[in-house]
């Protein structure tokens, strides 16, 4: 089976550019979590989704930051206008509340650089 | 405020030595407690975990140890090897309430050298 899969790997933008990262979770996880990690703060949970709904956004660090999941296979995270601060790795995670692991797959990442 | 505190930070261990790193919680609700291997350009996975219902878990080279009334655990991995070089999160929920989020530690970086 595929892992999550994440889009971009790599981007680089300069500053007030609108960004935008795509995540596709595995097929029949119910959850999708986006996480951002850094060296100083470590991985952060933005937000996450059940079902597709938001459950908690409180980690979503100010208005600029937005998040969508239209169907169970695609998430948008979006950050408009974007600032040197918001560089970081941008993970996306998804499960399966069903398994007793409750185990989160991670995708890749995508490594976002804010000049 | 940091539900799962984390350290050390880094740790450096000799080729065969063990690695030790510890966690603490303050949530006595959580039931759940996942260790998380990540290697660099790769996004973490899960390592091993265990339940607050034993005190230990031992998978391979790498075991747990939970202390739930001082309500800490532990990772450690015996005979340390260059590929376990790595950053290792410890992590932790409640599963009945907080409907799948885990809370993670700030991360050890392990440098095993041959």
């Known amino acids: 089976d595929a892992g999550v899969i994440q889009s971009p790997r790599h981007e680089v933008t300069e500053m007030g550019q609108e960004v935008t990262l795509r995540c596709k979770p595995i097929s029949g996880h119910d959850y999708l979590f986006w996480y951002r990690q850094t060296m100083m703060r470590g991985l952060e949970l933005l937000i996450y989704?059940?079902?597709?709904?938001?459950?908690?956004d409180s980690g979503m660090p100010e208005d600029r930051f937005s998040a969508k999941m239209p169907n169970a296979s695609f998430s948008t995270l979006k950050i408009q206008p974007s600032e040197p601060r918001d560089s970081a790795v941008y993970f996306c995670?998804?499960?399966?509340?069903?398994?007793?692991?409750?185990?989160?797959?991670f995708g890749e990442g995508s490594r976002l650089t804010v000049l | 405020q940091q539900q799962v505190k984390q350290s050390p930070q880094s740790l450096i261990v000799q080729k065969g030595g063990i690695s030790i790193i510890n966690c603490a919680y303050e949530?006595?609700?959580?039931?759940?407690f996942p260790w998380y291997q990540q290697f660099p350009g790769k996004g973490p996975a899960l390592l091993i975990a265990i339940r607050p219902d034993v005190s230990e878990k031992k998978e391979g080279r790498f075991t747990i140890s939970f202390n739930k009334s001082a309500k800490q655990f532990s990772l450690h991995i015996m005979d340390s090897q260059p590929g376990d070089s790595a950053t290792y999160f410890c992590?932790?929920?409640?599963?009945?309430?907080?409907?799948?989020?885990?809370?993670f530690g700030r991360g050890t970086q392990l440098t095993v050298w041959p």
């Open positions: 989704f059940n079902n597709n709904v938001p459950i908690d």
């Open positions: 992590a932790a929920n409640d599963r009945g309430s907080t409907l799948g989020r885990l809370y």
């Open positions: 949530n006595t609700a959580f039931d759940y």
């Open positions: 995670a998804s499960s399966y509340q069903g398994a007793v692991t409750g185990e989160l797959f």
